[in-house]
């Protein structure tokens, strides 16, 4: 099994380096979203391939995934570049993919140098991700080449395009979390305030599961944000 990570990102300058240090072994692609800072030259002088993608964050990934294939890559693995997988990533996540009944694989979640509440976040990340299935993209989704096109890829979403594919992988095979842990920033809970963007983050999920259209639910995302 032959692993590309694939990272989406848009002006990450401050982080792009270590999320790919933390992909040590496997082809690293950036997918850029055209950022305006160093992303992109940071990237390559680490070693990584660089995609340009303008139009979303879905299309970027599936843009990177499109270079990762033709490079050979069987499985993918896709990371957030304010992320950094452990050290064991690789081999737990080939022992997991070679379990053909599973559709798709994430790694629990840790939070860095978490406080109380985003340790409490934390925890129900990781028991939402086992209970019902469904981990979210800073978990960092993985699953074969294969699967990828079955699923065709990321939907060309405005927002919740991570939640979407796990969802439609999860009616073809088993969605597994495993109990390695990816760390991520807790930049984003800071920003807004941990309670607001639980908040924020189940309003979306229901107005998902009520129907309400994407480009509306993105458009009421940035406005609260």
Do not use: C, K
């Not at 990781?126 to 890829?153: E, T």
């Not at 992988?169 to 920003?191: C, E, N």
């Amino acid at each position: 099994m032959r692993f590309a990570v694939i990272i989406p990102a848009l002006n990450e300058a401050d982080q792009i380096g270590g999320a790919i240090a933390s992909a040590a072994g496997a082809q690293v692609i950036l997918a850029d979203g055209g950022s305006t800072d160093e992303t992109a030259a940071i990237a390559e002088r680490a070693g990584a391939s660089v995609v340009v993608e303008t139009s979303g964050r879905g299309r970027q990934a599936n843009a990177g995934a499109a270079a990762a294939i033709a490079l050979g890559a069987t499985a993918l693995l896709f990371l957030h570049a304010d992320s950094r997988l452990p050290p064991d990533w690789m081999p737990a996540a080939v022992r997991a993919l070679d379990q053909p009944d599973v559709a798709l694989g994430a790694f629990s979640l840790r939070i860095a140098d978490a406080r109380v509440q985003e340790r409490v976040v934390a925890a129900g990340a990781n028991l939402r991700s086992r209970l019902l299935r469904l981990p979210y993209g800073d978990q960092a989704l993985f699953l074969r080449q294969d699967m990828f096109g079955a699923l065709g890829g990321f939907r060309a979403l405005p927002i919740m395009e991570d939640f979407d594919l796990v969802r439609r992988a999860g009616r073809i095979g088993r969605v597994l979390t495993l109990p390695q842990r990816v760390t991520t920033s807790p930049r984003r809970w800071r920003r807004m305030g941990t309670l607001r963007s639980v908040a924020l983050n189940q309003a979306m999920l229901a107005g998902w599961s009520l129907g309400i259209a994407p480009d509306r639910l993105a458009s009421l995302y940035r406005q609260t944000r």
